[in-house]
């Protein structure tokens, strides 16, 4: 069992920034080694936003946030952040924490949400 919990959405300025935590929890959290975000707005499916290795030595980034997006992860504290930078409207979303035990299953998780854990997710909302 691994226990996800998001902290840090709100609402900001269109090219202000926002930072989001995860925590992680949990016996197994180790063995859900790869972590990342995903995020779904109304009407529309969730999908890829970032992710993380266990070291952190590789990241991956949906297109349309590289270069604005940061990802990032503590282990000692458990925890993946991601900072958001120059945030755009088409930001807004609910965004979710998630963990799988590879790259490959977080990867698809967004289609196989049982592929892996999920956070309760928070909002981010961001006015023109």
């Known amino acids: 069992q691994v226990q996800l919990v998001e902290t840090g959405g709100g609402l900001e300025q269109a090219g202000g920034s926002l930072r989001l935590s995860c925590a992680a929890s949990?016996?197994?959290?180790?063995?859900?080694?790869?972590m990342g975000w995903f995020r779904q707005a109304p009407g529309k499916e969730r999908e890829f936003v970032a992710d993380?290795?266990?070291?952190?030595?590789?990241?991956r980034y949906a297109d349309s946030v590289k270069g604005r997006f940061t990802i990032s992860r503590d282990n000692a504290r458990n925890t993946v952040t991601l900072q958001m930078n120059s945030l755009k409207p088409e930001d807004t979303a609910v965004y979710y924490c998630?963990?799988?035990?590879?790259?490959?299953?977080?990867?698809?998780?967004?289609?196989?949400?049982?592929?892996?854990?999920w956070g309760q997710g928070t909002q981010v909302t961001v006015s023109s």
């Open positions: 998630a963990a799988a035990m590879t790259a490959q299953a977080l990867a698809v998780m967004s289609r196989s949400p049982k592929a892996g854990y």
């Open positions: 993380i290795s266990w070291g952190g030595g590789t990241t």
């Open positions: 949990g016996r197994s959290w180790r063995t859900y080694a790869n």
